[in-house]
């Protein structure tokens, strides 16, 4: 079982302490445990909608898309470009966005078959996300919470993964251990290129994310990982749409064409950024 330890009031970020189905703080706030074992640890007066992150339906599809394991081998990939002396029995692992489940779990099994310990922490915006999660992999702490004010202690984690998410640095530096690594994953100018092609009228030029640098990281390798995959029916083909922005940015036409389509091969092209928590700098008078 999870042990959903070390962990922090998203309200006053005192300690929480784990007492039978609850979670509390010496200020007296309580946070229950769902039947299924996660915690939510988003406050309302932190949400900036009634029911933020992806709905129950795109958790849905992207649960359908992801079992069949199409992306498989990005976690192959995650696991080849893990710095080799930052991957040690007993590692903190901090999936910041992990919607449900599918990479930390997968990690996870992976890590068992090589005889390494980790322990693992998914946190998602999403509740119907963490819901889904929770029923995966019950050896995960999995949290509701938001990346924005990640409720974890200083210091709490030795790996930070943030895939397909929404990165917020300052709070990542803060949670991760000096040592600690980053690793972000991103779409490649040539992600799903041939969905692209059908749902817009014209590609947007590629622009790169954080060309400038992190603040407070330092790159220490960049990895591309292009692949191929074949949908093949139409079901398969709108549960992966479903669970992209480009649900809400497509033309009408560009779904409608995409609706006639009973299999599509496509492409995979992804970033993989590893990066390592800068030093704080001493001042010495």
């Not at 251990?177 to 991103?186: F, I, T």
Request: aromatic content about 8%; charged content about 25%; overall charge negative.
């Amino acid at each position: 079982m999870s042990t959903l330890e070390n962990l922090s009031c998203p309200i006053d970020s005192t300690p929480l302490s784990l007492v039978e189905r609850s979670l509390k703080c010496d200020q007296g706030h309580t946070f229950d445990l769902a039947k299924s074992g996660y915690v939510n640890l988003l406050p309302v007066q932190n949400k900036r909608s009634k029911d933020p992150g992806d709905s129950k339906e795109m958790v849905v599809s992207r649960q359908a898309f992801l079992s069949q394991q199409h992306y498989f081998p990005i976690v192959s990939a995650i696991l080849s470009s893990w710095p080799e002396r930052h991957l040690y029995d007993g590692v903190r692992i901090l999936d910041a966005g992990c919607g449900e489940g599918y990479y930390l779990d997968e990690i996870g099994k992976a890590l068992m078959a090589q005889e390494t310990s980790a322990e693992r922490t998914g946190l998602d915006i999403s509740k119907w996300a963490i819901a889904a999660a929770s029923k995966r992999d019950k050896s995960v702490s999995w949290l509701v919470g938001s990346n924005a004010s990640l409720p974890v202690p200083d210091s709490r984690f030795d790996a930070v993964l943030c895939l397909f998410g929404f990165p917020v640095f300052s709070e990542f530096s803060r949670a991760l251990s000096d040592d600690g690594l980053l690793l972000l994953v991103e779409s490649g100018p040539d992600h799903l290129i041939e969905l692209r092609r059908i749902l817009y009228p014209t590609i947007h030029e590629y622009k790169p994310t954080f060309a400038d640098g992190v603040a407070g990281f330092e790159l220490m390798q960049e990895k591309t990982e292009t692949f191929s995959f074949t949908l093949g029916s139409q079901e398969d083909i709108q549960n992966l749409l479903s669970m992209t922005p480009h649900m809400h940015k497509a033309s009408y036409d560009g779904r409608e064409a995409l609706k006639q389509l009973n299999s599509i091969i496509l492409t995979a092209d992804i970033k993989l950024r590893w990066y390592h928590k800068k030093a704080k700098e001493v001042n010495h008078v």
